[in-house]
């Protein structure tokens, strides 16, 4: 059976030590935003052997664009999603095909693995999963760090599948918390839980490093995307995880939308209803970033 959430390092050791199994294809996703080219310098220092580096901006977002013509909502946020055809291309130069099990890792909790895991699943590819404890849990695991680059060959762009998590864009997710836009009246579509991924203190406008506005989307709740884990850096059981999401009255993942500053870390919290057997829900990849750049949209505090 593939790995589709989360993957321990002795399961991944033992997977990869398989005859006959299906390749095993690792990405290291190790990046750092007040630093972008720590994960880079990080991945040339050691990383598993065999894996390649997959940039949060150049590999795993798309491009950032200030025309309403792009996205009905002006800035598209900090990291957008890049388009399907150019990440099927871009997976397909990893060496990724429908067969292969995929293990993405950093050493930040996870949380840019889970969103390379969030793309792959967007893509169509079911066996993704993140090395739960990431590098740490490797170290321990007695696994060794290379500086090669990997030589697994290439192949043609992933095929074309239908987007198997979905999304919400920032117009009908104002219609959905019953929010104007503009001269455009709110109209309450379905009543959704939105998710806040973000420290507590940004989502409560108290400090905001990293956008110009400070605050939260009026209607979310915050679930802070390292409450996922435990004190080891793994994550929490499942059966914690579903308990602490069902609290926040994600029960349904239909009625579900995750987002966080830039749509990077609400896939976090994505990966960990999956895991906890609730199911996903859409991400904003928008998030507060591209939520804030346009001042007609409201904004709450506290």
């Known amino acids: 059976m593939p790995h589709t959430t989360l993957i321990s390092a002795a399961a991944l050791m033992a997977l990869q030590a398989r005859a006959g199994s299906p390749p095993t294809l690792l990405l290291d996703c190790g990046f750092d935003l007040a630093d972008t080219a720590l994960g880079a310098r990080a991945y040339a220092q050691g990383h598993l052997p065999g894996a390649w ?3 949060l901006e150049q590999a795993l977002s798309g491009d950032k664009v200030a025309s309403k013509a792009a996205s009905n909502s002006g800035n598209n946020g ?4 890049p388009e399907r055809s150019t990440l099927a291309t871009r997976v ?3 060496g990724i095909t429908p067969s292969a099990q995929v293990v993405c890792y950093d050493d930040h909790g996870g949380v840019y693995a889970a969103r390379a895991w969030w793309l792959l699943r967007w893509l169509g590819h079911d066996a993704a999963a993140v090395l739960d404890g990431g590098r740490a849990a490797w170290r321990a695991a007695g696994g060794i760090f290379d500086t090669a680059l990997p030589s697994a060959p290439a192949a043609p762009p992933y095929p074309t599948l239908p987007a198997a998590m979905p999304t919400v864009d920032a117009s009908t997710l104002g219609q959905q918390l019953g929010q104007p836009h503009g001269n455009e009246p709110g109209r309450q579509l379905d009543r959704i839980t939105l998710i806040d991924a973000r420290a507590p203190e ?3 406008g108290e400090v905001e490093p990293l956008d110009p506005v400070a605050g939260h989307i009026p209607g979310a709740v915050n ?26 009255g994600a029960v349904q993942p239909a009625a579900v939308v995750h987002q966080c500053g830039s749509g990077v870390t609400a896939c976090h919290n994505l990966l960990a209803m999956v895991h906890a057997g609730i199911g996903a829900g859409a991400l904003y990849p928008g998030s507060w970033s591209e939520w804030c750049s346009d001042a007609s949209r409201p904004v709450a505090k506290g």
């Open 92 to 94: 397909g130069a990893w």
């Open 53 to 55: 580096y997959a940039d």
């Open 202 to 204: 940004r989502f409560r």
């Open 223 to 248: 679930r802070f995307f390292k409450d996922n884990l435990g004190a080891d850096g793994r994550f929490k059981p499942a059966a914690t995880l579903r308990a602490e999401f069902e609290a926040l």
């Open 78 to 81: 900090r990291h957008p999603l």
